[in-house]
């Protein structure tokens, strides 16, 4: 079974920093570009940012470039996304998939005073 478990959501003040993880199985996660997107309250999907598998390549949305940090652990079928200097327009649901067609359940980061 393909499970991927996002973790690491909260309530953090403008500023603050938080770290997400997503934890895969059930498939081979190392062959499988891993993205993270997010939700805002009445909005669309927008993308945050890809890491590749192959020499690990990474792409960031002008929206978080700078602030955002994505890495992976293939040893752990774990991908991380590093949130620092949080704004409140980054309050979202986010969500990780694995290229598009594996997808986790979301976590709720929530930025606000």
């Known amino acids: 079974e393909v499970q991927l478990v996002e973790s690491g959501g909260g309530l953090v003040q403008p500023g603050g920093s938080l770290r997400l993880s997503c934890a895969a199985s059930g498939f081979t996660f190392s062959s499988y570009v891993m993205i993270w997107v997010r939700q805002a309250p009445g909005k669309g999907l927008e993308w945050v940012s890809s890491?590749?598998?192959?020499?690990?390549?990474?792409y960031y949305a002008d929206s978080v470039k700078g602030r955002f940090t994505i890495s992976r652990d293939n040893a752990k079928n774990t991908v991380y996304l590093q949130m620092n200097s949080l704004k409140p327009d980054d309050t979202a649901v986010y969500y990780c998939n694995a290229a598009l067609r594996y997808w986790g359940q979301g976590t709720q980061v929530t930025v606000s005073s």
């Open positions: 890491i590749f598998s192959a020499g690990g390549s990474t």
